[in-house]
């Protein structure tokens, strides 16, 4: 394992842990609200701070971007962190959540774990080394289209919902022939089935970097396609994603494209 990815594991589990200890004391939590739906739990927060403590030890230098506590400025290295993605499913005790850590060196995606405590999943990639759950190799799907296809999505539900319409047109495009469109809550967790093939295809508007990062390194080192709305490759500034094995990929950029606000495209 890279050294690099061997700090990243070894804070997602320390998070990981964190998390799974409040798991079942969530009614004596102290929760907050960022914005309209959108929640930070003193768990958040504490995971956060043990992953950036295990990388700031290791690397110093290293620059970070974490959604609770933002950005702090370092070198050419950057580490992208979420401590707990699906803080909504895990204030409800809907077991689907996970710690999201991905290495960016020079704006490039090197490193990636995201690591499910509750099932003790750990899925892992290093560029050129491939995808793996828990030390197996895993590859997407090899799904020839939409056609039976089960598609991951999230479903927009903060601020005033201003692509809510456009989003429901590209999930009726979608749905035809497909096995069914799934939301469970944790983009990171969706890309890590995408790459692990439990699911073909995922799509989603209004991500932030540290909900995808690590997911993106994975799908791509698992065979997998990434892009944004158009398929073009603004999708980590962007924040709007589509990612498949790679015929279903295509259909679904196919099948989407009338659909795309101008505004997006």
Do not use: C
């Not at 929760?31 to 690397?59: L, P, T």
């Not at 962190?81 to 090197?110: C, W």
């Not at 939409?146 to 201003?162: M, Q, S, V």
């Amino acid at each position: 394992m890279h050294p690099m990815l061997n700090i990243a594991v070894r804070a997602a589990r320390k998070a990981g842990d964190i998390i799974a200890r409040a798991s079942d004391k969530i009614d004596t939590l102290k929760i907050s609200h960022k914005a309209e739906n959108d929640y930070v739990s003193e768990v958040d927060q504490r995971a956060e701070q043990e992953i950036i403590y295990i990388i700031r030890k290791a690397f110093p230098t290293h620059a970070i971007l974490a959604e609770e506590s933002g950005a702090q400025a370092g070198d050419e290295y950057e580490w992208i962190i979420d401590p707990l993605d699906g803080t909504t499913n895990f204030l409800h005790g809907f077991p689907q959540y996970a710690v999201s850590i991905a290495l960016r060196h020079k704006g490039r995606l090197e490193q990636a774990v995201v690591y499910d405590p509750m099932r003790q999943e750990l899925f892992t990639a290093s560029r050129g080394n491939g995808a793996h759950l828990n030390d197996k190799r895993i590859r997407v799907s090899d799904r020839r289209g939409l056609e039976g296809a089960l598609i991951g999505t999230g479903i927009p539900f903060r601020g005033d919902l201003p692509y809510l319409d456009e989003y429901l047109n590209m999930m009726k495009a979608l749905l035809p022939g497909s096995a069914g469109i799934r939301r469970p809550g944790s983009a990171a967790l969706d890309l890590a089935y995408l790459a692990a093939a439990r699911i073909d295809g995922f799509w989603e508007i209004g991500l932030k970097p540290w909900d995808m990062a690590a997911g993106v390194l994975l799908v791509e080192e698992a065979g997998g396609l990434v892009s944004d709305l158009s398929g073009g490759f603004s999708h980590m500034e962007s924040g709007n994603i589509v990612a498949g094995s790679p015929k279903v990929f295509k259909a679904m950029l196919q099948a989407i494209k009338p659909h795309i606000p101008s505004d997006l495209k």
